[in-house]
Structures are given as structure tokens and as C-alpha cells.
């Protein structure tokens, strides 16, 4: 997708670990036509990096970004100190963690000025969808995609509805 054409959105996480649960932003990104660009990029490993990419992203043509980490997951709110563009934190259920509530707090509980839309646990499905809502307020296109896959959610209710329903 990124090679197609301008990524809009970065999706960022803090090791390929996270890979598996980010690749439902992508997923949902793609079916959505919402071009994108993947890195990996640590706020504790790699700090220098962390500051360059959220330096440099708005100058590269970045709208959104969505960052994903987990245990004490300062990336998405370093990469909101930094940028001036929305970030939308995935908090990661990595293995050592505990049940995940440390990835949760890290990203919600940000201080006042730098906020992070913060989404729940592993939902990195919904940072996808909120990054491609944000960006359809200014493409008619991305409005009607985004309302098109809310009408696939609801004909798939209904049809469960026919099945249980007497
Ligand atoms: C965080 O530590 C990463 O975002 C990941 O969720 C977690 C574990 O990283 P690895 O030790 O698997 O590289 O920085």
C-alpha cells in the first residue's frame, strides 16, 4: 500500500513483538484504501529514532499516527510530545505483563496538554478505524468507505438476529 501511494498514516510499535496484535490496524487500513507506512520504533530502545520519526512525520506527509506498545508504554505519549499530529495509542498485552493494565495507564493516563485517544486493550482494529474516521472528515471518498464497512457491520447483526430470533 505505502508503495502505491503517500502513506497518510504511521503505524508505529515499540518491537516486532507487537507485530501480531498491530496487524489489525493494517488489515482494517487496507480495506479501507487508507495508505499507510510501518515502522518499528521503541521510545526506551531506540529513543533517538522515536524523536526523529515524530519530528520529521508531519513534514513526510503523515495526518495520523497510531502507536502500539506494551509494559510501560511511554511511545505513543513521547510521539505526542513531540508531533503535532493525533496520535492513537494501542495499549499491547505483552507476555510480561500484568493482564495488561500497565500498557493501559501508561497510554491513557497522559497529562494534561498532550492527550494520546486511547483505545482498548490489543484493539488496534479500532485505532485503524478512528485514524481512517479522522481522515474522512476531510475526503467524501474515505467518508463513504467508512460508512459502507459500518453498513457491513450492521447487515452482519441483523443476520445473526434472523438466526437466533423466533
Ligand atoms: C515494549 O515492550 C514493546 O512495545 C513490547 O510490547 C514489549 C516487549 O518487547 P520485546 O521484549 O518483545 O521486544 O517496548
Known sequence: MSLEKKAIVGIIMGSKSDLPVMQDAIAILKKLEVPFEVSIVSA????????HYAKSAGDRGLKVIIAGAGGA?????????????????VPVKSSNSIDGWDSVLS???MPNGIPVATVALNAAKNAGILAAQILGTSSEDLAARILAYKDELRQAVEMNAQDVET
Open 107 to 109: 497510554i491513557l493516563q
Open 44 to 51: 526506551h530502545r531506540t529513543p533517538e529514532r522515536m524523536f
Open 73 to 89: 508504554a511511554h511511545l505513543p505519549g513521547m510521539v505526542a510530545s513531540i508531533t503535532h499530529l493525533p496520535v492513537i495509542g
